[in-house]
């Protein structure tokens, strides 16, 4: 198996940008440099255990946050991205996105579709 840096890089600026920090306050928070954090974002580094865990603490989320998607056959695969596309909706927002979701599942269930990963 091996680690998807892309997905890793992607969901640490998804997550500091909805928290409204920039790579440099990202890096202060974390100890990092902030050329380091655009690295990782853009996945032309490799992030080791220890800066993904302080990077994890700046951010105030878990190391699973960071790490969803990279594991095969989870029943959460998705669970993470659907939690950052719903940060910040108002609860009618979400009502109308699950209800969309919702229909989306059952044409796909009643059309028979076959849909690959």
Not at 73 to 94: M, R, V
Request: hydrophobic content about 40%.
């Amino acid at each position: 198996m091996s680690v998807n840096y892309t997905l890793i890089g992607t969901r640490i600026r998804e997550l500091r940008l909805i928290q409204g920090l920039s790579q440099e306050e990202l890096a202060a928070f974390s100890g990092l440099s902030s050329v380091y954090i655009s690295n990782i974002e853009r996945a032309r580094k490799h992030p080791g255990l220890e800066s993904l865990l302080s990077i994890a603490d700046a951010l105030g989320v878990t190391m699973n946050d960071l790490l969803a998607g990279n594991q095969t056959a989870g029943d959460a695969d998705y669970q993470t991205d659907i939690c950052l596309l719903l940060y910040g909706c108002s609860a009618a927002e979400k009502r109308f996105l699950y209800e969309i979701l919702k229909s989306a599942k059952n044409a796909i269930r009643i059309n028979g579709w076959n849909i690959r990963p």
